[in-house]
Structure formats: structure tokens, C-alpha cells
T-cell receptor
């Protein structure tokens, strides 16, 4: 399983776009990149998943460069309610054993 | 509403008193898993089940048991709880294929063993 590296914490302000980058230098060919959001005392919530290039859904975008050694989660126009911990995970699509890192604690200020 | 339901949400118990934390999902998911979350240690997988009657150990299975007699339910059993099992527990499920479909997590069970 590929090891991931994320910033421990980030601050931003309401209305700004926030980009959280995850490094995964030893990503394997059949690995997918997945991001989760977790609020205190709640279970993680699946945000977005991708394999390469760009993926967009109603809440976020995921940018993956051609070498796939990193990925960037982009949250457009954040609000206070986006304050949470964000986890980047990399694993084969069929692998059920995910390794969760410490995540990135994102704090949004008024 | 599609969800994973855990019960109880909070539980305080004494060392050695057997307990069961229930987990049920209504999405017809094949895969279910239990995690514990501790400060500084993140989420660690306890057990997982790829389908009915199929279970396997995760990273920290010692002191826990699970069973998967029906697709929707995946209870976590602590036969003889100890204080080091005080933690926040999450149950999760996903469709066949695992992570590629994303996991749905329950709301958590905060267990305190005294």
C-alpha cells in the first residue's frame, strides 16, 4: 500500500478556494486515490476518488498529474462548515485494507 | 436513507464484562469493516468482511471478535474488555470492489472501559 504525505494543518477563510495536496511517490499502477472528510466524533465521509487527470463532483475537484505521484483536492468557495480533517488514501481498487494517515486539519475562519 | 447504523453511540462498561456493538447497513453492501480511532494513532482497521460468512483480521484484531451471518449486520464483540480498548469505534460498508466505490461510515460508538 502506498504511503501518503499530507500537511498536518491548513487555515483559510470563508469564500476562498482551498487546495490540499497529497504526496504518494510510490503509487502503483492499479492504485486509486480517494479523499475523505471527517468532522469531530463522526465517521469519515467519502468525498471524491480518481485515477488520473481531473475528477469533479458537486463538492470538490481532484487533480492528478500525469505521473500520479501527488494529487490535489480542491474545495471551491469554502465555508465555516468545511472545517474538518481531510484524509488522502491510496490503494488498489480491490484492496479492502486501507491505511489511514493523520490527515490534514483544515480550519476555515470567518 | 442509505446509512450504516451503529448502536450504542456511547457505552461505559467495566473490565471483563462482555459487550457487543451492533452495526447494520441498508445498502445491500457486500463489504463491511470495523475501525477504531485513537488520538495520535488515526483510524486502524480491526476486522473486515468481504461477504457473508467471510471475515478476516485487520491491523489490530486482538481482543475482538466479529461475525457475519447476514449481509446487513456485522456486530463487534468484546469478550473481555480492557481499558486499552477505550476508543471511538466506526463501522463501515461498501459495495463489492471495496475502496473503489468509497466507504460509508456509521456515526461511531464511543466506548469507555473502566
Amino acid at each position: 500500500l502506498a504511503k501518503t504525505t499530507q500537511p498536518i494543518s491548513m487555515d483559510s477563510y470563508e469564500g476562498q478556494e482551498v487546495n490540499i495536496t497529497c504526496s504518494h511517490n510510490n503509487i502503483a499502477t492499479n492504485d486509486y486515490i480517494t479523499w475523505y472528510q471527517q468532522f469531530p466524533s463522526q465517521g469519515p465521509r467519502f468525498i471524491i476518488q480518481g485515477y488520473k487527470t481531473k475528477v469533479t463532483n458537486e463538492v470538490a475537484s481532484l487533480f492528478i498529474p500525469a505521473d500520479r505521484k501527488s494529487s490535489t483536492l480542491s474545495l471551491p468557495r469554502v465555508s465555516l462548515s468545511d472545517t474538518a480533517v481531510y484524509y488522502c488514501l491510496v490503494a488498489p481498487g480491490s484492496n479492502y485494507q486501507l491505511i489511514w494517515g493523520a490527515g490534514t486539519k483544515l480550519i476555515i475562519k470567518p | 436513507e442509505a446509512q450504516v447504523t451503529q448502536n450504542p453511540r456511547y457505552l461505559i462498561t467495566v473490565t471483563g464484562k462482555k459487550l457487543t456493538v451492533t452495526c447494520s447497513q441498508n445498502m445491500n453492501h457486500e463489504y463491511m469493516s470495523w475501525y477504531r480511532q485513537d488520538p495520535g494513532l488515526g483510524l486502524r482497521q480491526i476486522y473486515y468482511s468481504m461477504n457473508v460468512e467471510v471475515t478476516d483480521k485487520g491491523d489490530v484484531p486482538e481482543g475482538y471478535k466479529v461475525s457475519r451471518k447476514e449481509k446487513r449486520n456485522f456486530p463487534l464483540i468484546l469478550e473481555s474488555p480492557s481499558p486499552n480498548q477505550t476508543s471511538l469505534y466506526f463501522c463501515a460498508s461498501s459495495a463489492a470492489g471495496g475502496p473503489i466505490h468509497g466507504y460509508t461510515f456509521g456515526s461511531g460508538t464511543r466506548l469507555t472501559v473502566v
